[in-house]
T-cell receptor
Framework: GAVVSQHPSWVICKSGTSVKIECRSL??????MFWYRQFPKQSLMLMAT?????????EQGVEKDKFLINHASLTLSTLTVTSAHPEDSSFYIC??????????FGPGTRLTVT | LAKTTQPISMDSYEGQEVNITCSHN???????ITWYQQFPSQGPRFIIQ???TKVTNEVASLFIPADRKSSTLSLPRVSLSDTAVYYC???????????FGKGTRLHILP
């Protein structure tokens, strides 16, 4: 089956620093990837849609200058949390679309901002 | 995107069959019903998808009545490892962005 990886699986950073999270589709090309975040005991919340070769589309209420998304190739999308603060601590999950009509999720990245 | 309603939580015992029902009164003609499973600190995993009647795979069965306003995910003979959150989703394609509802937290007891 299709595999999506994320790196790192967990990261701890100091407040004010930036953190980059990678999402890779390992055995298929993905024109579209999605980024979600999930707080403890809550459901996944869609943050943005990442399209290869174009700007990401952000959901309402998500700061595009804080959560930078780059989809530079058909197998890689990155999410950079800029100037991270403790309230950005969360579980970040990506998914990749394998056409037609299939979406696969990564294992998630746990971000802790101290 | 059609709104879905499912129980917040359920408990069951090992070896039992578990049925989780999801209501989606506003389902559109082109919508499919998809269920995902999520373990703690992991990404969601696709379980099953259906349009009408019954679908079965190696993991679960999905029952959809004729009016399609609800669906039931059936897990046969659950084990402790089936403890997870189960999400019912309604949409036209699995490649669309997914708006997750609250899901059902299933707890399997020994």
């Amino acid at each position: 089956g299709a595999v999506v990886s994320q790196h790192p699986s967990w990261v701890i950073c100091k407040s004010g620093t930036s953190v980059k999270i990678e999402c890779r589709s390992l055995d298929f090309q993905a024109t579209t990837m999605f980024w979600y975040r999930q707080f403890p005991k809550q459901s996944l919340m869609l943050m943005a849609t990442s399209n290869e070769g174009s700007k990401a589309t952000y959901e309402q209420g998500v700061e595009k200058d804080k959560f930078l998304i780059n989809h530079a190739s058909l197998t890689l999308s990155t999410l950079t949390v800029t100037s991270a603060h403790p309230e950005d601590s969360s579980f970040y999950i990506c998914s990749a679309v394998r056409v037609p009509y299939e979406q696969y999720f990564g294992p998630g990245t746990r971000l802790t901002v101290t | 995107l059609a709104k879905t309603t499912q129980p917040i939580s359920m408990d069951s015992y090992e070896g039992q069959e578990v049925n989780i029902t999801c209501s989606h009164n506003n389902i559109a003609t082109n919508d499919y019903i998809t269920w995902y499973q999520q373990f703690p600190s992991q990404g969601p995993r696709f379980i099953i998808q259906g349009y009408k009647t019954k679908v079965t795979n190696e993991v679960a069965s999905l029952f959809i009545p004729a009016d399609r306003k609800s669906s039931t995910l059936s897990l046969p003979r659950v084990s402790l490892s089936d403890t997870a959150v189960y999400y019912c989703l309604v949409g036209e394609h699995r490649d669309d962005k997914i708006i997750f509802g609250k899901g059902t937290r299933l707890h399997i007891l020994p």
